[in-house]
């Protein structure tokens, strides 16, 4: 039903509907109720005609009070198809609590102000903005360098500085558990089954390489032993200095303070080599970087190690002008062991040792032709930089930084699952499937 006048009409509008890849489940039920109310008589409009091309007969009889309602219908159709040329934007809206660097601080003075949509829910387009928007692509496309959040910054781009359309929100596109009382007027939910796809991961299976430098030797590390170090098998702390109390590893790359490339190729060389137990799963993350590696564990039950698999949460760079995807280095990197062995083969290395690691492997993998693979469960920034609604139906596996933050608190609150290294099996049991 075109938004507007819900009690009266028949629907002739017709939209280009998003299904994000999470388990989204569609209601067909046309007697449910809700802000959306539909009339027994329906029309139906062949996509492949044009409205012109439809002569509508609506019967009535000489009397005044059919006289009257045939009048309604008449005046109720050509509403619809008025409607049918505006633009349309539709979703879950989601909000910033507090400006923030993932969103590139936009509207830092009231965040809250600008919505844009959940893709776990689904969204719309009408084909009018559909149309609109495939021209405009094509003339003026998007801007940013950095593709960080994408639903953030196709609402941004449909906006277009208050010339275009703000989302309009749909209660019936919800996040709600399909089991939930709450959905039963959702017309999406999502699945509340677990993201197991066997057994999990063995943590003898996945190394675990953390980067520090000798000046967080006393800051960032004892945060992690306080943490999620007690639930990985194999790990070892990579920095410029040895320090046999930690005790890190020097790798003989001198520490930068921009990128971390030199470090990253050296851990992965290291990795191959007989210096390490073999594992299947290589994990790297920042000394300042939070995770759960048993939900990790339960993740990667999901992914076949023999295949080149780059695994985490994925940035784009110049994807508008044959640029390539990144898996950012902060939420954690998660290579399958075919995927070093790969691309150490292929020759790709550092422009310098300050390079952005993330992105320089971004390149290689691209080069390649070797996909990286998205997960929303790992995060880049801290729990404070999202929209509450979307970390409600989330459970995550990593945030990162410990800026302006108790790191601790956040661990425990958002990624601790008890007080064993055992997978909970509350998760295996609810954890809403979200790969």
Request: hydrophobic share 35%.
């Amino acid at each position: 039903m075109i938004p507007g006048n819900p009690d009266v009409g028949h629907t002739v509008a017709f939209y280009l509907i998003f299904l994000s890849f999470l388990p989204v489940n569609l209601a067909t039920s046309n007697s449910r109720q809700g802000s959306q109310k539909q009339n027994t008589e329906e029309v139906f409009y062949d996509s492949q005609l044009d409205l012109r091309e439809i002569v509508f007969v609506i019967q009535s009889q000489s009397n005044s009070y059919h006289v009257r309602q045939a009048e309604r219908r008449r005046e109720d159709l050509l509403q619809q198809t008025q409607s049918l040329t505006q633009e349309w934007f539709l979703g879950k809206p989601l909000h910033d609590e507090e400006s923030t660097i993932i969103h590139h601080y936009a509207f830092a003075e009231n965040p809250s102000i600008f919505k844009y949509p959940d893709f776990s829910a689904a969204w719309a387009l009408s084909f009018p903005l559909v149309d609109r928007l495939a021209n405009k692509v094509k003339d003026d496309p998007l801007k940013s360098d950095f593709t960080i959040d994408l639903k953030h910054e196709v609402a941004l781009y449909i906006w277009e500085n208050g010339q275009g359309p703000r989302l309009t929100g749909v209660p019936e596109l919800c996040t709600e558990s399909e089991a939930s009382q709450a959905a039963q007027h959702c017309a999406t939910t999502l699945s509340n089954l677990s993201p197991l796809c066997g057994d999990p991961v063995k943590k003898e299976e996945i190394f675990v390489a953390v980067k520090t430098c000798k000046k967080f030797h006393n800051e960032r590390v004892p945060v992690v032993k306080k943490t999620w170090e007690r639930d990985a098998s194999l790990l070892e702390y990579y920095s410029d200095h040895a320090d046999p109390t930690i005790p890190t590893i020097d790798l003989g790359v001198p520490n930068t303070e921009r990128g971390h490339c030199g470090k990253t190729f050296a851990i992965m060389k290291r990795y191959v080599s007989e210096a390490v137990p073999k594992t299947s799963w290589l994990l790297v993350v920042d000394d300042d970087t939070l995770i759960s590696l048993p939900r990790l564990q339960m993740l990667l039950s999901c992914y076949d190690p023999s295949e080149p698999v780059c695994l985490g949460e994925r940035y784009g760079y110049g994807l508008g002008q044959g640029g390539y995807s990144y898996i950012t280095g902060g939420g954690g990197m998660v290579f399958s062991r075919t995927a070093v062995m790969k691309l150490l083969a292929s020759g790709c290395k550092c422009y310098s040792d300050d390079a952005p690691d993330d992105m320089v492997l971004g390149m290689c993998f691209n080069a390649l032709g070797l996909p990286v693979t998205h997960s929303p469960l790992f995060h880049q920034a801290r729990p404070e930089d999202y929209s509450r609604e979307f970390l409600n139906h989330q459970v995550p596996i990593s945030f990162h930084k410990h800026w302006n933050i108790d790191p601790i608190a956040v661990f425990n609150r958002w990624l601790k699952d008890g007080l064993t290294s055992e997978i909970p099996q509350k998760f295996m049991k609810s954890t809403k499937e979200e790969l």
